[in-house]
């Protein structure tokens, strides 16, 4: 089904998408930032919200926390807003300090994108959208696809793009989590498992410092489910330095998940599968900006951050004739 959303401030109208039906899991997709606005399903008889959402259009238009956005070209962090490839260094556009931060300025997840194709059954909408050459700073012209579909109780979002020049892509989504059915509750009270043995330890302004170190003995080890509430930040210089946990934790070779997020009183658990990494903030900044939104955490399976800067990093640049594909699912495991 499709409706419409409203109208921008500078007057493009925008659509909103609803996927599923009523026996199961629905999600809403916005055309401006290919937003992931709703995802519900049954739990025990009453649907269940279980990501942060707007009522309005002009909320997300003014959003500064990437509610629910898809976000590119390149997801997380570029030290210093710069990249060099192929001889030539690019400037991007600084909008976290010094570092480029989610695509930039504006970025994907800014920008209205077009449906290219809807299933009339109400379970598969493919987005598309161009990034043209010199956008934010990045070379080449790029075409980007967003396809979202439902099946019963998951949600799969596959990520494509392709390029006319070389340049750095790493696509993800940003919705923030509250599977409580409450966003009141305290999103930090829920459970969560990371099959990672390492993550990315980060300096000055998140950017990592290319190191990969063992969460063996450290509170960065969720490889067995536990509560994800960070401990006093004190008590670690990498909780300090973030205000409590936004790092990339590295997925084992053989895991079997990007991670497992369950409600706090366990009824709903939330399978999520993509990588190699997986970025984990638990949202202690977002009632700055937000007060009156809820509490959510954020999960983002993609590439590494500044990995365009750091050879000691998995690449992260498309070329010509080459495709980018990276395949997100939410699967979701309660009762109905």
């Given at each position: 089904m499709r409706r419409s959303f409203g109208s921008l401030e500078d007057g493009r109208g925008v659509e909103a998408i609803t996927l599923g039906d009523a026996a199961g899991l629905?999600?809403?997709?916005?055309?401006?930032?290919?937003?992931?606005?709703?995802?519900?399903?049954?739990?025990?008889?009453?649907?269940?919200?279980?990501?942060?959402?707007?009522d309005r259009l002009e909320h997300y238009e003014r959003d500064r926390a990437y509610v629910g956005s898809l976000v590119g070209r390149f997801g997380n962090r570029i030290a210093g807003s710069q990249?060099?490839?192929?001889g030539h260094t690019y400037k991007l556009t600084a909008n976290e300090g010094a570092?480029?931060?989610?695509?930039?300025?504006?970025?994907?997840?800014?920008?209205?994108?077009s449906v290219l194709e809807a299933d009339e059954h109400g379970q598969r909408a493919?987005?598309?959208?161009r990034s043209p050459d010199g956008e934010e700073g990045y070379p080449g012209n790029v075409d980007v696809t967003a396809e979202f579909a439902v099946k019963h109780r998951a949600l799969s979002i596959t990520l494509s793009a392709r390029s006319d020049a070389a340049t750095p892509i790493n696509l993800t989504c940003h919705p923030y989590f509250n599977l409580?059915?409450?966003?009141?509750?305290?999103a930090i009270g829920q459970w969560l498992r990371i099959p990672a043995s390492h993550y990315l330890p980060v300096a000055r302004g998140l950017i990592?410092?290319?190191?990969?170190?063992p969460v063996d003995g450290t509170t960065f080890d969720f490889r067995k489910s536990r509560r994800l509430e960070p401990p006093p930040i004190r008590e670690h210089t990498q909780l300090e330095s973030a205000g409590g946990y936004d790092h990339c934790w590295v997925l084992d070779e053989r895991a079997d998940c990007a991670c497992e997020l369950a409600s706090p009183n366990r009824d709903l658990t939330m399978t999520m599968?993509?990588?190699?990494?997986?970025?984990?903030?638990?949202?202690?900044?977002?009632?700055?900006s937000h007060?009156?939104?809820?509490?959510?955490?954020?999960?983002?399976p993609q590439g590494f951050p500044n990995a365009p800067n750091e050879p000691r990093f998995p690449a992260a640049i498309l070329r010509p004739g080459e495709s980018f594909r990276r395949v997100i699912e939410y699967r979701f495991d309660g009762e109905g």
């Open positions: 629905q999600t809403e997709v916005l055309t401006y930032g290919a937003i992931l606005r709703r995802l519900t399903l049954p739990v025990r008889g009453v649907r269940r919200d279980v990501v942060l959402h707007f990249f060099h490839l192929d570092n480029h931060l989610h695509g930039g300025a504006l970025g994907f997840g800014k920008r209205v994108w493919l987005l598309g959208l409580a059915g409450d966003f009141n509750i305290p990592p410092t290319g190191q990969k170190a599968t993509g990588g190699p990494g997986l970025q984990f903030y638990n949202g202690q900044f977002l009632a700055r007060p009156a939104l809820g509490s959510g955490v954020i999960l983002e």
